[in-house]
């Protein structure tokens, strides 16, 4: 009987498997504290839903647990051979097969009820108010606010730590390698429908507060979706090992007011529009290379050195790309190279910030090429 209650739990314990994996994250306790001993409920009614079915399940296995223990200590001392037991001589009980048949199928139906209930709610992506299309790089997420106008809010979600904190040259913060340049933010008591999917390899969008794993998959679109009901700032990580800086690309989502996403989401679709604008400017070369040297920092300087005197990345100065044929560059800045860790930049900033930066890359470090890229020309280029 105890191999058949056994089974009965592990058979219990797969069919819920995927609920509980959402909330499986370090999580708070009681006061609000840290604790690593049970799950986190979250700030969202499945959330809540998950932990509830986690802590049935746990106290259906703390009972059959017992029970079979208890039987087992029993047996072990009141059955032993030194105390003159003789084993009773029988074969085949059709009570105890029925026994341990239905029992275990009881266990099961105990299980499965409240978990199937749990899953359908985990899966109602039905009447979201806002959809936001998730896409993992190499290393970094992108948010696309999909709206029916068509004006779209994107921007990318950088990892903010230091390099400095990262190298040990200065102390961790609190949220070392969990802090992002921009947020993903989402108005309180709404419900948000993320489309995820990846632009390199498999990726994972993990969110533990909010009761959000998805996979991000190249060519595929996963949906999840959350209601936060508390506002507040809530972190993730990437869950599935997609490179060499897997652990440099955390998540942050930041919950507001109704009014205050209102006002961002404005704020946004003005900044939308001021690209736009500058699209059709001719920038003179110190403002190229004053947009370029930041454009820089924030995604050249990691791989390709402060002073342009590489790393992970080539060298820039005195580089031949840098210092060859223009168009080259931009194939490369735009396109990326196969095969090796320079990416495709050109779905990543826009055509001011590509032009800016091509410009700084052939005019820093002691390149002084005298070149000056415009946005129409990157608009020029991407179109053939």
């Not at 370090?26 to 932990?51: E, K, L």
């Not at 533990?208 to 999840?224: M, Q, R, S, W």
């Not at 168009?327 to 860790?341: C, D, E």
């Not at 900033?349 to 091509?358: F, K, R, S, T």
Request: net charge negative; with cysteine; proline share 3%.
């Amino acid at each position: 009987m105890q191999g058949a209650i056994n089974r009965a739990f592990i058979q219990g314990a797969a069919a819920v498997s995927s609920a509980l994996a959402l909330s499986s994250g370090a999580v708070q306790a009681a006061d609000g504290s840290r604790s690593s001993v049970n799950m986190d409920p979250g700030v969202t009614a499945v959330g809540q839903s998950i932990f509830d079915l986690h802590m049935t399940i746990l106290w259906i296995c703390v009972v059959i647990g017992i029970a079979v223990f208890a039987v087992m200590f029993y047996s072990i001392i009141y059955h032993r051979k030194s105390r003159g037991v003789v084993p009773a001589q029988f074969h085949e009980s059709t009570k105890v097969e029925i026994a341990w048949t239905v029992v275990p199928f009881l266990i099961l139906i105990a299980m499965a009820v409240p978990a199937t209930s749990t899953l359908l709610e985990i899966y109602d992506f039905d009447d979201a108010e806002i959809d936001v299309l998730v896409t993992g790089y190499q290393w970094k997420w992108k948010y696309e606010y999909l709206t029916e106008d068509g004006e779209n809010v994107t921007f990318f979600s950088n990892l903010k730590t230091p390099q400095s904190e990262i190298y040990n040259s200065a102390n961790k913060n609190e949220n070392y390698l969990r802090e992002v340049d921009e947020p993903l933010v989402i108005p309180v008591n709404t419900k948000v429908r993320f489309l995820v999917t990846a632009n390199d390899v498999i990726h994972s969008w993990w969110v533990p507060e909010l009761a959000v794993k998805k996979d991000a998959v190249p060519g595929f679109i996963n949906e999840t979706w959350a209601l936060a009901t508390e506002e507040g700032i809530y972190r993730g990580q990437c869950a599935e090992l997609c490179g060499k800086d897997h652990g440099f690309m955390p998540i942050v989502v930041e919950v507001v007011s109704q009014e205050e996403f209102a006002e961002w989401q404005g704020e946004k679709q003005q900044e939308a529009a001021q690209v736009r604008e500058l699209m059709a400017q001719t920038f003179t070369m110190d403002e190229l290379m004053d947009r370029g040297k930041a454009v820089y920092a924030r995604a050249c300087l990691a791989c390709h050195g402060a002073n342009g005197e590489g790393g992970v990345g080539n060298a820039i100065a005195g580089s031949p790309v840098a210092t060859g044929e223009l168009g080259q560059h931009l194939n490369i800045g735009i396109n990326g190279v196969a095969g090796s860790a320079m990416q495709a930049f050109g779905g990543q900033i826009n055509d001011v910030e590509m032009a800016a930066v091509i410009t700084y890359q052939r005019n820093a470090f002691g390149n002084n090429m005298g070149d000056m890229v415009q946005p129409i020309d990157v608009f020029n280029y991407k179109k053939g």
